[in-house]
Structures are given as C-alpha cells and as structure tokens.
C-alpha cells in the first residue's frame, strides 16, 4: 500500500462520540487525501492537504475536520459522529498536484451505533 | 450528484471474454481520467488513465477509449480472467493543482472460469 498506514483499521463508536483516524505515509508525499466509500456513491473526497497546515475542503466535508501538523501524518476527525457516517474511509497520497497518480491506504472500517 | 456516472454497477464475464465499463461526465472542465481498480479488503488502485487529447489507450489487455464529444470514455479488458474479478472505478478530474478525483460509483465485475 505505497508506504501508506491507516490506523485504526475497524472502529466501532456510538454516535455523538469524537472520533479521530490517522493516516501516516513514509513516502514523503506532498499532497495527501480522505474519501469516504459507500455502496452506490463511489469515493468521495472529504478533505485534502497539500502542505502540513495547509487543508481545503472536498465535497463532503460536513461534519468532519483535518489537520496536518507534519509532513508525514493527516489526521481525520469526526467531531460527533452520526450513523451517517458509518463508511469505509481511505487515505490517499500523491507525489504532486493534477495528473499524478494518487496512492490509496488500506482503509478504516467505522461503524457509527 | 454524481458528476461521472458509471455502467453497469456489475458485470459477469467468461473467461477469455471482453468485459466493457461505461462512463459519463458532464463537467466539460475535467481533463484527465484515471481508471482503478479496487480488490475486496484493498484500497484503489492505478490501473489505466488518459488525456482527452487522444481517442484511446492500451497497456497490455486495457484500453482505454475515449469520446470528446460524447464526453464518455470507456474501460475495456480484453482476454478477461478470473483474477481480473474486482471492482473498478472510473474518476475525472482537472487542473487544480491538487488533483481532486471524481469518482463514479463503480462495477463489480467476475470473470467465471
């Protein structure tokens, strides 16, 4: 998985509870990325980083924050989780900007009760 | 919504058949398109991508085709086999330096033996 770790890998929570997922790469990527997948939706992307401090938002980024403090580590949090974001979410990484090639992490399985 | 639309959402295919996804976008922005291929458990991988500036790409038994004006593009796999048996997505994109992809929902595709 290009160097890329997700932590943790499954995570079932109860709703209104915060939660934090942690995507570490050793690549020393630039840009690094959260999708959300879910059944009829595809990926979609929630938040992005193309610099440590520097995020933007995707197209779902309701009810979730990032931050990026090093190079290296990207840090997705729900603040209160809801059922509605029970999914399966992937870290992405890549090398530059547009065209090049984004690497995905294995994924965090979260169940929200 | 969904600015690629992707079809079939599953596909079942012989062995040594030809299986075909279909997708279409509307953003007349994107100008990259990317293929990947995502096997259970897995995140998404690069398989296949193109520029709009040519018609069609192959790398081995994948080709892309692409149509312009139509704005579709499709994903062939030629000689099908069992461990082609994955889920694939097609993405767009365009050029904003932080390489945001759009996904469409995705096909199940089984190769039978």
């Known amino acids: 998985d290009a160097g890329i770790t997700q932590s943790p890998r499954h995570k079932v929570t109860e709703t209104g509870t915060p939660v934090t997922l942690r995507c570490h790469q050793t690549e020393n990527h630039r840009y690094m990325y959260w999708y959300r997948q879910d059944p009829g939706h595809g990926l979609r992307l929630i938040h992005y980083?193309?610099?440590?401090?520097?995020?933007d938002k995707g197209e779902v980024s309701d009810g979730y924050s990032v931050s990026r403090s090093k190079t290296e580590d990207f840090l997705l949090t729900l603040e209160s989780a809801t059922s509605s974001q029970t999914s399966v979410y992937f870290c992405?990484?890549?090398?530059?900007?547009?065209?090049?090639?984004?690497?995905f992490g294995p994924g965090t399985r979260l169940t929200v009760l | 919504q969904q600015q690629v639309k992707q079809s079939p959402q599953s596909l079942i295919v012989q062995k040594g058949g030809i299986s075909i996804i279909n997708c279409a976008y509307e953003?007349?922005?994107?100008?990259?398109f990317p293929w990947y291929q995502q096997f259970p458990g897995k995140g998404p991988a690069l398989l296949i991508a193109i520029r709009p500036d040519v018609s069609e790409k192959k790398e081995g038994r994948f080709t892309i085709s692409f149509n312009k004006s139509a704005k579709q593009f499709s994903l062939h796999i030629m000689d099908s086999q069992p461990g082609d048996s994955a889920t694939y997505f097609c993405?767009?994109?365009?050029?904003?330096?932080?390489?945001?992809?759009?996904f469409g929902t995705g096909t199940r595709l089984t190769v039978i033996p």
């Open positions: 953003n007349t922005a994107f100008d990259y």
């Open positions: 993405a767009a994109t365009y050029q904003t330096g932080a390489n945001n992809l759009f």
């Open positions: 992405a990484i890549s090398f530059s900007g547009t065209y090049n090639e984004q690497f």
């Open positions: 980083s193309y610099g440590v401090k520097d995020t």
